[in-house]
């Protein structure tokens, strides 16, 4: 079993930004399809934006688009979730996912190996 660490989480006003991290040691993330979900109490886990392997092609939740930007540094070994204008609904534990086939989807039902997740809380 892969062990998933993001990190970036924290609590930020509406309007700003974060920047997610998700790495995997000794693993190369240039294979794999990266996805970014969210959760909150409640509700099922939807899925954010997710990148496939070696930047092939990327999808955003229509909610995000154009506000948040997923990328990796291929040197770093590290995916990234950009977060910009921040609203109080993007409010929820985020979680990274990886996934060993091509990129088909951005549902959480098509990645098998997950990390712990980090809190993400934008109020004022």
């Known amino acids: 079993q892969l062990q998933l660490v993001e990190s970036g989480g924290g609590l930020v006003q509406p309007g700003g930004s974060l920047t997610l991290s998700c790495a995997v040691p000794?693993?190369?993330?240039?294979?794999?399809?990266i996805g970014w979900f969210r959760q909150v109490p409640g509700k099922e886990r939807e899925g954010v934006s997710c990148?496939?392997?070696?930047?092939?092609?990327?999808v955003y939740a229509g909610s995000t688009k154009g506000r948040f930007t997923v990328y990796r540094d291929s040197a770093k070994n590290t995916v990234y979730l950009q977060m910009n204008s921040l609203k109080p609904e993007d409010t929820a534990v985020y979680y990274c996912?990886?996934?060993?086939?091509?990129?088909?989807?951005?549902?959480?039902?098509?990645?098998?190996?997950w990390g712990q997740g980090t809190q993400v809380t934008v109020s004022s």
């Open positions: 996912a990886t996934r060993g086939l091509p990129l088909s989807s951005c549902v959480s039902a098509d990645f098998g190996s």
């Open positions: 000794g693993l190369t993330l240039d294979y794999f399809a």
């Open positions: 990148i496939g392997s070696s930047n092939s092609s990327t």
